[in-house]
């Protein structure tokens, strides 16, 4: 088993196996075609860009003042979350591979916050995918979907423990 985070003076070591740096890589890519258009998205027309880029204004009756805030903020929010996607993959670039095949990488704080950032653009996006709603009953095994939501539970742990890492929290 692999001992995950291990608390630094600047910031936090973590370790990742081999498949687990790949399919980082591999959702970082699929997430990076929800920030590749120029043009806000037209609502509705996908569930998954609709919850990455949520609503200002929720009253229908002001679709011309939402219209007027997307083009005004949607380069510059897609923008800012392509870069945090990609600060992901630069750490992971930047990781040493140990003798047991794990990936090592050093995170400062500014490395952590990037890191939440886009494990949690990355679970919104599969979270849609998935319909993961507040109350469900539990996945089972042979459940289609069982290793989908195996990838969003270890997601929710790794944002969890960097979460826990910037608190503070030694447990």
Not at 67 to 94: F, G, M, P
Not at 108 to 130: F, H, K, P, Y
């Amino acid at each position: 088993m692999i001992e995950r985070f291990r608390r630094r003076t600047r910031g936090v070591e973590l370790a990742l196996a081999p498949v687990e740096v790949s399919l980082l890589r591999q959702l970082v890519a699929q997430l990076e075609e929800y920030f590749s258009e120029d043009a806000p998205p037209v609502r509705g027309e996908d569930p998954v860009r609709d919850r990455l880029f949520p609503r200002a204004f929720l009253d229908p009756t002001e679709d011309a003042a939402e219209a007027d805030y997307q083009s005004v903020v949607y380069s510059d929010l897609a923008k800012e979350r392509s870069e945090t996607a990609q600060a992901l993959i630069a750490t992971l670039d930047a990781g040493t591979v140990r003798r047991d095949e794990t990936l090592s990488v050093q995170l400062s704080v500014e490395d952590m916050e990037r890191w939440i950032g886009a494990l949690n653009d990355i679970r919104l996006a599969l979270g849609v995918t998935l319909e993961i709603k507040e109350e469900m009953p539990p996945i089972g095994e042979d459940d289609p979907r069982a290793a989908e939501f195996a990838v969003y539970d270890w997601l929710t742990y790794l944002q969890g423990g960097l979460v826990a890492v910037l608190m503070g929290d030694e447990s």
